[in-house]
């Protein structure tokens, strides 16, 4: 049982994915992700990361048989090309600093042949940040979240919880007002440091991890 | 007609996509996007962003009749909370201070109300940098692509040249030999600087676009 990336070139109209989702589902293989577009030829082209698959080559040959498919290709997944995800959230001055030691601990990690990526979305605002916590429920391969910011709580605090129920989400924060730090696993007064302590509790290489910490000394 | 993202909970078993899309199908609803994984709980989460809808909640309706769902949320689409990316790829010093440059630029733009984000995966070697391009058609989102490095060639020129026949990838290149400036849109020698132009490309609240610029003057 392996993971695969496949992209399918196809005719670009509806029903084209339901009979490629009919036949994946007949070979009893799980889709992970799946992502969609256009290509400026007008051809469509459906991209789809599979678990447990048995058989790639039988699965090729029937998506091959399809009408609509053009021609179906085998890539490494994206777990094997982007890694886990470090992501940072937050504005100012210190997003780019988390990001800057996220980033340079990362390529420490990598060169020695993990994969971690690091994500910023620099935003500001109670409500932006709540919707972008949230939105990590609908996204592959998150591992940590940094907060960095001055001051975070209310809704953001809502969320944090919300996306803890449903998976092990691990949230670092800097150390700043507003109560989000209280829902925070780990917390981190220098911004560079949050990013580096992020990355190696990422890391399968790095020997950091939070959780070894007792619980009142989980501040830094 | 509307873009919306929806999260639908349902029993965790296969075939449930099959009848999702199915229903989806039916609707003429485009799915951009498509997400799965299985929750603390042991149910499905599958998530999907959705184009061109007409009745949002006739189609919720009707998949909420499912046996397999227990419930349907709508959301901001990822494109809303997330916006465009700037990815950047490449390894050592340089990454990280393209990264600074680029999250520092798009936490001023976000502030005026743009949705940009900054993706970094650190990585050096020709084939692992040559498959991430690659996976660049298979990313939702992706707007301009930064190569920080202090040599690239080979096999990231052809992916390159793949990826640009395949949409309109904007590359942006660190000055460097290798070979990989020849098939970028814009060489910034100062990384910082390369990280901002790359923002400004990709943001509509800039007036830089590197395609006003002579054919002869892209070299900075």
Chains 1, 2 share one sequence.
């Not at 293989?29 to 799946?34: D, M, V």
């Not at 992501?87 to 600093?97: C, F, R, T």
């Not at 670092?172 to 925070?184: D, I, R, W």
Request: proline content about 3%.
């Amino acid at each position: 049982m392996s993971n695969y990336a496949i992209s399918i070139k196809s005719v670009e109209k509806k029903g084209v994915l339901d009979e490629i989702t009919e036949i994946i589902t007949a070979h009893n293989i799980n889709i992970a992700y799946l992502n969609l577009f256009i290509e400026n030829d007008f051809k469509g082209s459906i991209n789809i990361e599979l678990e447990d698959v048995d058989d790639i080559n039988l699965l090729i040959q029937d998506l091959n048989n399809l009408n609509s498919v053009y021609n179906v290709k085998i890539y490494p997944s994206q777990e094997d090309v982007f890694g886990k995800r470090v992501i940072i959230y937050g504005g100012g001055a210190q997003v780019s600093q988390v990001a800057l030691g996220a980033i340079t601990e990362a390529d420490r990690h990598n060169i020695r042949g993990e994969r971690i990526s690091v994500d910023t979305l620099p935003v500001v605002g109670e409500k932006p940040i709540a919707e972008a916590v949230n939105a990590l429920t609908r996204l592959p391969r998150v591992s940590v979240l940094v907060l960095a910011g001055s001051i975070m709580g209310g809704e953001i605090i809502e969320e944090i919880k919300k996306v803890k129920s449903i998976y092990d989400l691990t949230v670092f924060s800097l150390n700043m007002p507003g109560g989000v730090t209280e829902v925070s696993d780990l917390i981190v007064t220098d911004p560079i440091q949050a990013g580096v302590m992020a990355v190696m509790q990422a890391a399968d290489t790095a020997v950091f991890d939070y959780r070894k910490l007792d619980k009142d000394n989980r501040k830094f």
